[in-house]
């Protein structure tokens, strides 16, 4: 059983364009949705986190979007640069245990 | 302040072999969870551990088995190891068991399994 589904599971963008990834999750009682970045050969690296109490958060070129009543948020990457290219994941986390759930993955190409 | 700390980084076993993988936590973190990432998936969690005690396990077999030593560092043992263990595992300290504090993730450990 999936609790997260994460999509697209790759994509491409000029540089300068937006990056938007898309995740959806099941399980109501999941409280914290970070979202990690991992470059080939590294272990992923916390990017941007968000609680269901907002509905967007905003890190320099980095936004998160919450829809809650939708079980859907959304990663927002503003002028996407070449060193952004990276594996992205979201994850959930919630309940009485303290693991994070992640999604599948997106493979983001930056094209100069 | 040094990260998430994991040995060895690369190791090949072969099938029906024992392995034991190393963690140190970032110092004053007090929880450890190890996941392990197959290649082109995200990773998935196998054990948490605070102040020595489970706090929770994954979906994985017996042959998998953990702790947690005084000053925080841990161990994931795996016995019997199967050509499917090939897997980057990956260790994540944080200050708390749970979503109050990020978690930070070492490079983790690729085990190869012939």
């Known amino acids: 059983q999936q609790q997260v589904k994460q999509s697209p599971q790759s994509l491409i963008v000029q540089k300068g364009g937006i990056s938007i990834i898309n995740c959806a999750y099941e399980?109501?009682?999941?409280?914290?949705f970070p979202w990690y970045q991992q470059f080939p050969g590294k272990g992923p690296a916390l990017l941007i986190a968000?609680?269901?109490?907002?509905s967007e958060k905003k890190e320099g070129r980095f936004t998160i979007s919450f829809n809650k009543s939708a079980k859907q948020f959304s990663l927002h990457i503003m002028d996407s640069q070449p060193g952004d290219s990276a594996t992205y994941f979201c994850?959930?986390?919630?309940?009485?245990?303290?693991?994070?759930?992640f999604g599948k993955g997106t493979k983001l190409s930056v094209k100069p | 302040d040094a990260g998430v700390t994991q040995s060895p980084t690369h190791l090949i076993k072969t099938r029906g072999q024992h392995v034991t993988l190393r963690c140190s936590p970032i110092?004053?973190?007090?929880?450890v969870s190890w996941y392990q990432q197959v290649l082109g998936q995200g990773p998935q969690f196998i054990f948490q551990?605070?102040?020595?005690?489970?706090?929770g396990r994954g979906n994985f077999p017996d042959r998998f088995s953990a702790r947690q030593f005084p000053n925080y560092s841990s161990e994931l043992n795996v016995n019997a190891l199967l050509l499917g263990d090939s897997a980057l595992y990956l260790c994540?300290?944080?200050?708390?068991?749970?979503?109050?504090?990020?978690?930070?993730f070492g490079s983790g450990t690729r085990l190869t399994v012939v």
């Open positions: 994540a300290s944080s200050k708390n068991p749970t979503g109050d504090s990020s978690y930070t």
């Open positions: 399980n109501t009682a999941f409280d914290y």
């Open positions: 968000i609680r269901p109490d907002v």
């Open positions: 994850a959930a986390e919630g309940g009485s245990q303290g693991n994070l759930i």
């Open positions: 110092s004053g973190h007090k929880s």
């Open positions: 551990y605070y102040e020595k005690e489970e706090r």
